[in-house]
């Protein structure tokens, strides 16, 4: 039985260093709505809602609002249909008044949601990767929400997709636990950094083996362009650079600035513009040479599709905290795998590396089955709060082996 279901405001002063800058975030604070169940087993459920300070109390306050959802159930009935646990939150019409299935309130499920799979995980003695990569196609399926998805991906086709995946899985299970699954840097690129402190994270970068960088853009063209140049003659014409613009532009700006940067051989333009703005992604996409990467704030399943159904993005970037939790992600995967379009999460934040790495290193086994492509944020910030930290060498993050999701932090608060 669920005997407790607590919550915690937690919030790091990362804006005093600037780590974390960019065009639209000036100066955040890596915060953390972060929320626990426990058991009369004596075992416990974690996970959070990743914000950036001001707000994390509303947070908070829509994660309590679902307290008396859980405290009293029988955890063993809720973790044994995840599927039903998902829709009776996020089909629960007064809830649902409060988005439909966005905003604050959606990634309030999110994280009730994920802190199940954190216990089932742990239950299940396995990391979530593989704790997902052990079902059955047809369990997979019966987590994801078919619903408003059916125009583009029905439940067969998701299926045939998971049952096509299925003879590779052992194989690609082993390649993962030896050779990790490829990161790539953002440490580097933050917008407050000097030029100094710029080229000498390039370099590190390089260093530590990773073969893709990313850097914040979007303040002004000329400082874009002494940048990039910047980071391009550190870094040389093996290692790929992504920029990132964090929504600052309207459409024609985006293209237009995207332009003055195309000398530099980027490997994609982030969050050109606002991000629910599908038609204004899919005309930047016509209008640049280099992919458009999103979804880092995309509310759901549902625009998801259309970006992809506008072929409006070309690199799909989910997020762990931001849609609601696991069973949402599952139908994201999926729709990426339909579409044949790389999934390369968004991470850094507060334990945004230790939750989607999960995510990635299932879609590898079970789900896409490639890697071809794909590569997951690392950001070196605030790992010592988690009880389990992600481990990246090489340019790779190792498969983690304990059981759960990675979403415990060792501090409440
Ligand atoms: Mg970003």
Redesign the pocket.
């Given at each position: 039985m669920i005997t407790g279901f607590e919550t915690a405001d937690i919030r790091f002063p990362t804006s005093l260093s600037l780590d974390g800058s960019?065009a639209m975030n000036p100066d955040p604070d890596y915060s953390a709505a972060y929320v626990w169940m426990t058991t009369d087993a004596g075992d416990s459920g974690h996970s959070f809602v990743f914000t950036i300070g001001r707000g994390n109390d509303v947070q908070v306050a829509a994660i309590e609002a679902l307290r008396e959802r859980f405290v009293g159930r029988d955890a063993d009935e809720l973790l044994g249909d995840m599927g039903a646990v998902w829709r009776d939150l996020v089909h629960d019409s007064q809830l649902r008044w409060l988005g439909p299935e966005k905003g604050v309130m959606h990634m309030a499920i999110g994280a009730v949601v994920n802190a199940l799979w954190d216990l089932k995980a742990k239950r299940a003695g396995l990391p979530l990767w593989e704790l997902l990569a052990s079902m059955s196609p047809e369990e997979l399926v019966g987590l994801a929400d078919f619903r408003y998805l059916s125009d583009a991906l029905t439940r067969d086709e998701a299926l045939e997709i998971l049952r096509a995946a299925e003879p590779g899985r052992a194989a690609r299970r082993e390649q993962l636990l030896s050779d990790g699954y490829p990161a790539y840097a953002?440490s580097p690129g933050w917008l407050g950094y000097d030029d100094e402190k710029l080229a000498r994270l390039c370099r590190e970068a390089v260093d530590d083996g990773f073969e893709l960088i990313?850097l914040k853009v979007g303040g002004s063209v000329d400082d874009d362009v002494r940048r990039l140049k910047i980071a391009r003659e550190v870094v040389g014409d093996d290692v790929r650079i992504a920029v990132?613009a964090?929504q600052r532009w309207d459409v024609g700006e985006a293209i237009e600035w995207m332009r003055a940067l195309e000398p530099y051989d980027l490997a994609w333009i982030?969050?050109p513009t606002n991000p629910d703005d599908v038609l204004g992604h899919a005309a930047i996409a016509r209008g640049v040479s280099m992919p458009v990467a999103t979804g880092?704030h995309m509310a759901n399943r549902v625009m998801f599709k259309q970006f992809l159904q506008a072929e409006a993005l070309q690199v799909l970037?989910i997020d762990a905290t931001r849609v609601a939790g696991v069973n949402e992600n599952l139908a994201i995967l999926l729709l990426a795998a339909k579409f044949g379009v790389p999934v390369c999460p968004?991470a850094g934040g507060v334990g945004l590396c230790e939750a989607v790495q999960h995510l990635s290193m299932f879609d590898f086994v079970a789900v896409s089955g490639s890697i071809d492509g794909r590569v997951i944020?690392f950001v070196d910030h605030l790992h010592e709060h988690f009880v389990t930290p992600v481990e990246v060498r090489d340019g790779r993050y190792l498969a983690p082996t304990a059981p759960g999701a990675g979403t415990e932090m060792t501090t409440r608060g």
């Open positions: 960019d953002t990313k990132d964090n982030e969050e880092e970037q968004h944020e």
